[in-house]
């Protein structure tokens, strides 16, 4: 098993910038691929961002692509979201998810966190 904590959520102002942090612990003898999700008040669950195990591939939603950037610390089992020029189209809560590769990450997860929350003021 593997947990997931996030924290760095917060209110910010549009134009704004935050950074997430997913810590991860349990089955960490081995790096998984991580990824960022996001849901707001009635609506579904979008994907966000993801990355592979040693942090050589990365992919985005359109929405935030060249906004946000999805990082990674093996020696610290945490993974990072920083997210640039925020919009109050971002307010959600955030969460941060795990698997084996970026595929399944991107799909159906093996582990989730419980996510943090991020407001966006006009």
């Known amino acids: 098993q593997v947990q997931l904590v996030e924290s760095g959520g917060g209110s910010v102002q549009a134009g704004d910038s935050l950074r997430l942090s997913c810590a991860a612990s349990g089955r960490t003898n081995r790096p998984y691929a991580m990824g960022w999700f996001r849901q707001d008040v009635g609506k579904e669950r979008e994907f966000v961002a993801t990355i592979s195990s040693h942090g050589s591939i990365t992919s985005y939603a359109d929405s935030v692509k060249d906004r946000f950037t999805i990082s990674r610390n093996n020696a610290e089992n945490t993974g990072y979201l920083q997210m640039n020029s925020l919009k109050p189209e971002d307010t959600g809560v955030y969460i941060c998810?795990?698997?084996?590769?970026?595929?399944?990450?991107?799909?159906?997860?093996?582990?989730w966190g419980r996510g943090t929350q991020v407001t966006v003021s006009s």
């Open positions: 998810a795990a698997g084996v590769n970026t595929a399944e990450v991107a799909s159906a997860p093996a582990y």
